[in-house]
T-cell receptor
Framework: ETGVTQSPTHLIKTRGQQVTLRCSSQ?????VSWYQQALGQGPQFIFQ???????GRGNFPPRFSGLQFPNYSSELNVNALELDDSALYLC??????????????FGAGSRLTVL | DQQVKQNSPSLSVQEGRISILNCDYT??????FLWYKKYPAEGPTFLIS?????DKNEDGRFTVFLNKSAKHLSLHIVPSQPGDSAVYFC?????????FGTGTSLTVIP
């Protein structure tokens, strides 16, 4: 069983640029969520994709957008980068445990630095 | 607006003793709660969960307690082991979105 893989692991961008982060879901999972974790904070929900459509969104501006592909992999795109976008971006895919609820399986994250 | 709070940024415990990590939440619509453990340079890994219809769930050395009236949950680790040293996040969910606390860094001293 392969886990959640994310790429790239680290990247550096400058203000105003655009970035695309990629995620491959764990096999058997069909839902992908993206989280932003700033230094010293807990993960903050960006959005979730299910069946290639956005299925919930947190308090992030429209310049944060995403895609989910038929193989359940996903992309997070951020336009017009700002310094405050510097963070660890975590992708998580979902399964249902014995209680019928969802458990998130996280990747190791992509660390974005905006200069 | 932090809907899930972990008020202790760090905790140190002797090996073999009990570790108790606490978490408070404000939204009464939350009905599912999880604990995650995170090592440096790795993503958070799922530890244990509890739904709002229960007040306790055990899995080996890990037990989660939920007090709905107080909007409080806690994670007990007994006995604590050096490999348990990590950052622990609690998370709560009404549905698709999970709200995370800021984490508690646990150090288990050999």
């Amino acid at each position: 069983e392969t886990g959640v893989t994310q790429s790239p692991t680290h990247l550096i961008k400058t203000r105003g640029q655009q970035v695309t982060l990629r995620c491959s879901s764990q096999s058997g999972h069909n839902t992908v969520s993206w989280y932003q974790q700033a230094l010293g904070q807990g993960p903050q929900f960006i959005f979730q994709y299910y069946r290639e459509e956005e299925n919930g969104r947190g308090n992030f501006p429209p310049r944060f957008s995403g895609l989910q592909f038929p193989n359940y992999s996903s992309e997070l795109n951020v336009n017009a980068l700002e310094l405050d976008d510097s963070a660890l971006y975590l992708c998580a895919s979902s399964r249902t445990d014995h209680s019928g609820a969802n458990v998130l399986t996280f990747g190791a994250g992509s660390r974005l630095t905006v200069l | 607006d932090q809907q899930v709070k972990q008020n202790s940024p760090s905790l140190s415990v002797q090996e073999g003793r009990i570790s108790i990590l606490n978490c408070d939440y404000t939204n009464s619509m939350f009905d599912y709660f999880l604990w995650y453990k995170k090592y440096p340079a790795e993503g958070p890994t799922f530890l244990i969960s509890i739904s709002s219809i229960k007040d306790k769930n055990e899995d080996g050395r890990f037990t989660v307690f939920l007090n709905k009236s107080a909007k409080h949950l806690s994670l007990h680790i007994v006995p604590s082991q050096p490999g348990d040293s990590a950052v622990y996040f609690c998370a709560a969910s009404p549905r698709a979105q999970f709200y995370f606390g800021t984490g508690t860094s646990l150090t288990v001293i050999p």
